[in-house]
């Protein structure tokens, strides 16, 4: 492998260990929040008790989301030098805000994790909304820099000088709006998801046990009703982030969609695979006019195709596929809680048949890597540059050679800790089972 | 005060703050590893109750000097980033591995001693590894060749100056967080807790000055530059001694509050963080111009004077807002004797 290939496979690695830990450290808080208020509205104590494990489990999480995210931002440093060089003169707003915030969830988890029995019931709600408003403002600054690295403005290169720098033009970029509530937004749906998914597994594992079964029901429709709020969310905000896409990086949007011509009335394409040869999107469903209708909301929007760029400037074709991949999962997700709305309110039916809940049971797993396809896409898209148009990823790397080794290190303690943290979450809920608590408080 | 002063001040606060945090956070990973066959003295216990709530926040503050530095010293970041990949490569997946494994054992006791074993070991290790950063900054472990520059690992880990910070980092590491732990057990009232860690102190307090004064020795021959600087700096470092003999001499005092007892220990911990502050603000001073010698200067490698501007008032609003909640953790973990007597985790 090339040097950039090694550098970017490694950076890729981390991230797509790290999403994982902090998109459910982002999404997990909403839902403990809001059992929380829904304990105090109720006077339910199965809220209570769900609010007190997935904090348990969330702070399991966090033990590896927040050193994972050490080593993300200092690995920024340590392999793109050349791009955080310029970062630190223009963008270092972002990453410095984010301190802050990131304190917030530090000092506040601990307070609510450690000194729960000593604070009052209100201070404990105002921890956890700091938690939750600690872990959002990181993740929308953080995105931020990646907003900034596809629209980059506030600074000029004049003769590999960092000219007219506008610090806080750069923070508010034409992209960070949208595409941090993009994130937000599937965060909260992923962490919705995930508890959707694990309750409907304890379901159908406890069949027998209706107190059991009536303790998840509210934990299942619960997650069902947010992931469905959000993922509806989610879709319409999607929609903006392409007509972003078409605005200010035409050929990302045009690598994702398969299209090589310029034209009006352009067609859709879902599914296939991008072919460089003949240029044409093989085995994809064509739907007439369509896409020139999502881009710019007019069937007769000219929508650019890729050959209207130098072939070195495309990204890589495969992202069609991410592309797709990532909207799918997002449609299907919103069927998936339209369905389960509809089942359990207007059919009045209490009681989901088996394949639809093994069906809710991959929901979970299913937005975590509807995640995963999606910054694959949105950093692969931008390829080959760093900065659009400013600095390309083979200008930022580092001058070190042996990344391999590094890599192999890397990737080993990932997989170390992805099986620890499963075995640790299993030991922990093995030993706190349900029931315990159930019985005590019936 | 020039705008790289002001940038260069806030970044070595930074570094200070961690220092003396990160310090004690290792620190009592360790001493909880040393007295864990001894259930019948509260020594652990006192420890582990320290640790649990501060990592993640002393956690923060290493991010905080990354950004710190890449976001005023944009121009060091090209260099250090480049130099280094290796060392700083082995700290993040150190830090990685001890910080999951406190987490992991609140929440699984049967794994509990193989836990307080890694996270006792990479609390030695860490702080070596950290320290190694400040004499690579000396220089003559770096070489450049064709304007690409090169960590030369071999240089650094045969050289006795090297060693030197070692030996600091870890007996400071020992030292500090034993002290603040006596401090502690004092303020919780485990008089059996107290008189061990009076004692860890004392016995390796001379230790770690015995290796600040190796550094100086080795610095003579290494990094003449900086040994002059700090030369010229002796009264800081004259200071920092007397500090050191006031900490000692305060664990010997008969206690103000308690009849019988022995020692002063909040006026020790307060004596040593003013004697690190002397001895590093000596070493700070000495060092200026320089980032890392002799290619970056803080003048050479300073952020854009627009950005600057924009941070600095993003630290005063950022810590305005967080200054209260830094008072209620410290009330709460601190301060607070039934968190500090509290028997359960």
């Known amino acids: 492998m090339d040097h950039v290939l ?12 790290h999403i994982i830990f902090a998109t459910l450290g982002v999404g997990i808080p909403l839902m403990i929040l809001l059992a929380e208020l829904l304990y105090q509205k109720t006077k339910d104590n199965d809220y209570a008790l769900m609010a007190n494990r997935w904090t348990k489990a969330l702070a399991i999480l966090l033990g590896v989301a927040i050193p994972s995210g050490t080593i993300a931002g200092v690995q920024l440093s340590l392999l793109w030098p050349g791009f955080m060089e310029v970062i630190g003169k223009v963008m270092a707003l972002p990453f ?24 009052s019931p209100t201070m404990r709600i105002v921890s956890l909304a700091f938690v939750a408003i600690g872990a959002a403002a990181s993740a929308i600054l953080i995105t931020n820099v990646h907003a900034f690295e596809g629209t980059p403005t506030g600074f000029r290169i004049e003769n590999g000088q960092i000219v007219d720098v506008d610090p806080w033009k750069a923070f508010f970029n034409p992209s960070f709006a949208v595409t941090a509530t993009h994130v937000v937004l599937s965060a909260y749906m992923t962490g919705a998801f995930t508890i959707a998914s694990i309750a409907a ?27 469905g709020v959000f993922s509806l969310l989610t879709a319409i905000n999607g929609h903006e982030s392409a007509q972003l896409l078409h605005e200010y990086q035409p050929e990302k949007l045009a690598a994702a969609e398969g299209l090589f011509e310029t034209q009006s009335h352009a067609p859709l394409v879902i599914g296939g695979f991008t072919d460089r040869e003949t240029q044409t999107v093989k085995w994809g469903i064509e739907i007439p006019w369509l896409l020139s209708f999502l881009a710019g909301n007019r069937f007769d929007t000219v929508v650019v195709g890729l050959n209207d760029f130098p072939e070195e400037w495309w990204p890589p074709l495969f992202v069609h596929t991410l592309f797709n991949a990532m909207v799918g999962i997002g449609m299907f997700l919103l069927l998936l809680s339209i369905v389960g709305f509809i089942w359990h309110r207007v059919k009045k039916q209490h009681i989901f048949p088996n394949w639809f809940m093994w069906t809710i049971v991959t929901a979970g797993p299913l937005s975590l890597l509807g995640i995963e396809f999606g910054w694959i896409f949105a950093c692969t898209g ?5 900065i659009y148009r400013m600095m390309t990823t083979a200008e930022a790397v580092t001058q070190s050679t042996n990344l391999g080794t590094l890599f192999l290190l890397f990737t080993s303690i990932y997989v170390f800790l992805l099986v620890a943290v499963v075995l640790v979450l299993r030991s922990y809920f093995r030993r706190h089972p349900i029931e315990q608590h159930l019985s005590t408080h019936m | 005060m020039t705008d790289e002063l002001i940038a260069i001040s806030i970044l070595w606060g930074f ?27 509260k020594a652990t216990k006192i420890a582990n109750r320290y640790l649990s709530p501060t990592w993640e926040v002393t956690n923060v503050f290493i991010v905080a000097i990354v950004v710190a530095l890449v976001s005023f010293f944009p121009g060091a970041t090209f260099m250090l980033g480049t130099i280094l990949l290796i060392p700083g490569s082995i700290i993040l997946l150190l830090l990685t591995i001890r910080s999951a494994f406190l987490v992991f054992s609140h929440v699984a006791p049967k794994y509990e001693k193989v836990l307080v074993y890694i996270s006792g070991i990479s609390g030695l290790l860490i702080p070596a590894f950290l320290i190694s950063v400040l004499p690579i900054t000396h220089g003559s472990f770096v070489e450049t060749v064709n304007s690409v520059s090169h960590l030369r690992l071999d240089r650094l880990f045969t050289s006795p100056h090297e060693y030197a910070f070692i030996a600091f980092a870890i007996t400071s590491t020992l030292f500090l967080s034993s002290l603040l732990l006596a401090d502690y057990s004092n303020e919780a009232n485990e008089t059996e807790a107290y008189a061990i860690y009076r004692r860890d102190a004392l016995i390796i307090g001379p230790f770690a000055l015995l290796s600040s004064i190796l550094i100086m020795i080795t610095m ?28 000692g001499l305060a664990l010997f005092l008969p206690s103000w509050k308690k009849k019988n007892g022995r020692g002063m220990p909040r006026l020790a911990v307060v004596a040593i963080v003013l004697q690190y502050f002397c001895a590093s603000y000596a070493y700070g001073k000495a060092h200026l111009p320089y980032m890392i010698y002799p290619d970056i200067t803080i003048e050479s490698g300073f952020t854009h004077p627009n950005t600057f501007r924009a941070l600095f008032v993003t630290y005063i609003v ?28």
């Open chain 1, 96 to 119: 410095q805000i984010e301190i802050y915030a990131f304190f917030v969830e530090a000092l506040f988890l601990s307070i609510y994790v450690y000194a729960a029995n000593r604070i």
């Open chain 2, 318 to 345: 950022g810590f305005a807002i967080l200054f209260p909640g830094f008072i209620y953790f410290w009330r709460l973990f601190m301060k607070d004797r039934r968190y500090l007597a509290n028997d359960e985790k």
């Open chain 2, 220 to 247: 003579r021959s290494e990094a003449r530059w900086l040994y002059d600087g700090m030369i010229a700096y002796w009264p800081w470092l004259a200071a920092s001694v007397a500090l050191f003999l006031a900490a």
């Open chain 1, 382 to 386: 931008r390829q080959p540059w760093v």
């Open chain 1, 6 to 17: 090694t550098a970017r496979t490694l950076f890729g690695t981390t991230m797509a260990f």
């Open chain 2, 15 to 41: 570094i200070f703050i961690y220092a003396v945090m990160a310090t004690m956070d290792f620190g009592a990973g360790f001493w909880s590893m040393v007295y864990m066959n001894r259930p019948q003295t």
């Open chain 1, 201 to 227: 597994y304890k379901m159908l594992k406890n069949k027998h046990n209706e107190r059991i079964q009536l303790f998840h029901k509210k934990a299942l429709m619960l997650g069902l009703t947010v992931g």
